[in-house]
């Protein structure tokens, strides 16, 4: 039976003023990385490049309708193809879009990793990776990559107020189950709000996806410090939030479906 976990929390924190745009901005970034700090390749005509090219029909059968995480592995144990693919948890209400998210990754990602064996693909509405070594149930924080939006936060206490608001979520994100470890929430003022996000692979103990959203949040002052929105994304965990008059995910937490905790947070 489908279950609604959805917990709205008042958190005293200091005050936030804003000065925003009217809309919260979408980076429509797109972060690759090809064979970090790994110097396997294949060949065109090998039986590993013939198992890259079933991962779209494998994640079109297992489960498609039903979920946001697969992880499985396609070949013998000489070319075996290792594959974990997660789809943003707002969107298990919308799974063509999360399908369609992760053909498109599938596509760019063959295209720019040509030979390397062990690549990874980061969009904003989904992740995918494949190597040759084991990469299941192992928390993995690097490569990792980072995007700001221009727009400058001016607003005292903002780096303070955003760290309140997304150690709330890190708890709520680590606290999900097997199926789904994603929290949303926002500092919601008359000069506008912010909306954070943030997600972990759903195969990791609570302590580990904790840690990864730690090391992740500590790339935030280097990339996206004063403004209006950040974005830290690595194999096991991603963070990210954006500042407007509308979330950049497209479900409330009410409306998603799971056993993950799901939040709401308004900072008064």
Avoid at 30 to 44: A, F, G, H, R, V
Avoid at 174 to 191: D, F, L
Wanted: glycine letters at 6%.
């Amino acid at each position: 039976m489908t279950r609604y976990k959805t917990y709205v929390l008042f958190i005293l924190c200091t005050f936030l003023q804003l000065f925003v745009p009217s809309i919260a901005q979408e980076t429509g970034t797109t972060n690759i990385s090809c064979n970090y700090k790994y110097n396997q390749e294949y060949t065109n005509d090998s039986e590993f490049r013939k198992n890259i090219e079933k991962i779209p029909s494998v994640l079109n059968s297992t489960g498609a309708s039903e979920n946001t995480f697969f992880n499985f592995s396609i070949g013998n144990e000489t070319e075996t193809v290792n594959v974990i693919a997660l789809c943003r948890g707002d969107l298990i209400l919308d799974t063509t879009r999360c399908q369609s998210c992760l053909s498109a990754a599938y596509e760019e990602l063959v295209d720019k990793c040509t030979k390397e064996k062990e690549s990874i693909i980061w969009k904003d509405e989904c992740m995918l990776r494949y190597s040759d070594r084991n990469i299941f149930n192992i928390m993995t924080t690097e490569p990792s990559d980072t995007d700001n939006n221009d727009g400058n936060a001016t607003a005292k206490n903002f780096g303070k107020n955003l760290r309140c608001l997304l150690d709330k979520l890190q708890a709520a994100a680590a606290a999900g189950t097997s199926e789904m470890k994603i929290a949303t929430g926002n500092i919601s003022v008359p000069q506008g709000t912010t909306f954070g996000l943030v997600q972990c692979t759903p195969d990791f103990s609570a302590q580990e996806c904790k840690d990864c959203l730690g090391e992740a949040f500590g790339k935030l002052p280097d990339c996206c410090i004063n403004k209006i929105g950040g974005r830290v994304v690595m194999p096991s965990c991603n963070v990210r939030y954006e500042t407007g008059s509308a979330p950049f995910y497209f479900r409330t937490a009410a409306q998603i479906r799971g056993t993950g905790y799901i939040l709401n947070l308004y900072l008064i």
